[in-house]
Every structure is written in structure tokens, then in C-alpha cells.
Nanobody
Framework: QVQLVESGGGLVQAGGSLRLSCAAS????????MGWFRQVPGKEREFVAV????????YYANSVKGRFTIDRDNAKNTVYLQMNNLKPEDAAIYYC???????????????WGQGTQVTVSS
């Protein structure tokens, strides 16, 4: 079992950047593909990005492609989400998640962090 803790959220102006971190404990992060999802109140949690165990395969949601970058440092047991050119519609609670499989669907992930709030002012 792995425990996940996100950090790095906050308030940023439109066009600004944030870097989210997700630190893992309990098991080595290298055992899992890692994903980032986001959710706003009243809406379903949506996929943002996923990275395979070795970072060989990465997928992004179309809405963030070209602006967000997911990467991982297995030695530090941490996965990151660099978010550039943020837009008001990017505001949400961002969650990292781990799966022993690989996918882009919420149900495919077994472990979740508590989330970190990202607010983007226009």
C-alpha cells in the first residue's frame, strides 16, 4: 500500500505557473504508474495526466496538453505536475493517484492523495 500527499497548490493569476508535488510513502513509487486528476465542486473528477513507471509513456488531457508537464523522480518517491499558462478553468482540487496498472480513468487508480487546491484569478 502507498500513501500519497500532494503539495504546491495555491492562488495564481491567469498566465502564471505552479508546480505540484506528490510525495509517496509506504511503498516505492517505482511500483506504480502515477496520475493527476482534478475536480471542481459539482463535477466529476477528471483526468489530467498520467506517467508510466519508467516515464516511458505519458498522456495528457487535451485541455492541458502543451501547458502541463508530468514527471517523476523515483529516487525521491515523488511525482510532479508543472502547470504553465494557467487559465481560470484550470482551478480545481488536484489529486495524485497511483495504479499498478495504467490508465486514464478514475476507476483504474487504487490509491489517492487528499488533494491540493489550485485557484486561478482572471
Amino acid at each position: 500500500q502507498v500513501q500519497l500527499v500532494e503539495s504546491g497548490g495555491g492562488l495564481v493569476q491567469a498566465g502564471g505557473s505552479l508546480r505540484l508535488s506528490c510525495a509517496a510513502s509506504g511503498r516505492t513509487l517505482a511500483s506504480y504508474a502515477m496520475g493527476w486528476f482534478r475536480q471542481v465542486p459539482g463535477k466529476e473528477r477528471e483526468f489530467v495526466a498520467v506517467i508510466s513507471r519508467t516515464a516511458a509513456t505519458i498522456y495528457y488531457a487535451n485541455s492541458v496538453k502543451g501547458r502541463f508537464t508530468i514527471d517523476r523522480d523515483n529516487a525521491k518517491n515523488t511525482v510532479y505536475l508543472q502547470m504553465n499558462n494557467l487559465k481560470p478553468e484550470d482551478a480545481a482540487i488536484y489529486y495524485c493517484a497511483a495504479t499498478q496498472g495504467f490508465g486514464v480513468v478514475v476507476g483504474e487508480f487504487d490509491y489517492w492523495g487528499q488533494g491540493t487546491q489550485v485557484t486561478v484569478s482572471s
